[in-house]
């Protein structure tokens, strides 16, 4: 079984993996919860507590009403358009007017730690097999799949795309709940490849715009 305890890895998803959970998240049980916290950065104590009565689909905006820190409960989190539209479609499968994610078998009970790690290592489990791994008797016996992909990186992942986005430090620590800016510093130094870029062309251009205000004067 996953738990956090096996977690290794610090840095984001490669986006050959994102590409492979956005694709599992299309017909698994429970892919809009993978996508939600890829999305929306949720910790798993916050994606197994979220309520409908959370989520304002008028505003697109859902709020966090119990974390692990105090810092991470009441922030508001946006919802961009394809998991707002994965969100809507869940809900009208009805499954619990109340918890927005639970058990696969018995609907009327909201997910605990064992069952959402059950989760995850079945969603694993599906990616793996779409993606080539060998299956013998219903068993894998030869992933494909890094074997330190955890849950909890999807929320790292949404920290980066917050910097690849340009998302101010401050702004990035209030969306993931984090306690201390430093946290959330520590996420920001590991730069990714596209983040750089981005900034190198921000200098260029400034470099640029600066050369042509100076011959101008």
């Known amino acids: 079984m996953y738990s956090p305890q096996n977690q290794k890895r610090a840095s984001p998803i490669a986006d050959e ?9 299309k017909t698994h049980y429970a892919g809009t919860m993978f996508l939600t916290m890829l999305y929306c950065g949720l910790r798993p104590i916050e994606i197994r507590n979220l309520k409908w009565a959370d989520i304002d689909f ?8 119990k974390s692990k820190t105090k810092a991470g409960e009441g922030r508001l989190l946006p919802i961009p358009l394809q998991l707002k539209k994965a969100l809507l479609e ?14 696969y ?10 069952v959402f790690y059950h989760a995850w290592h079945n969603f694993c489990r599906q990616m793996d097999i779409e993606n080539g791994a060998k299956v013998y008797l219903n068993q894998i016996v030869e992933s494909v799949l890094a074997s330190d992909l955890e ?14 986005a340009g998302v101010p430090l401050n702004v990035a ?3 993931m ?13 590991h730069m990714v490849d596209e983040v750089f870029e981005q900034n190198r062309k921000r200098l260029a251009d400034y470099a640029n715009e600066k050369e042509e205000l100076s011959q101008m004067a």
Not at 18 to 25: C, G, M, W
Not at 58 to 65: A, G, Q, S
Not at 151 to 164: E, G, I, S, V
Request: proline share 4%.
């Open 17 to 25: 993996e994102r590409k492979l959970i956005l694709e599992t998240a």
């Open 58 to 65: 008028e505003t697109d905006v859902p709020t966090v009403t």
């Open 90 to 103: 869940h809900k009208l499968k009805g499954q619990n007017n109340e918890w927005v994610f639970v058990r």
């Open 105 to 114: 078998k018995n609907h009327k009970l909201p997910l605990d730690t064992n």
């Open 151 to 164: 849950p909890y990186l999807l929320r790292h992942t949404f920290c980066t795309d917050c910097q690849a």
């Open 173 to 175: 620590k209030e969306l």
């Open 177 to 189: 709940g984090h306690s201390d800016i430093s946290v959330t510093a520590k996420i920001y130094t």
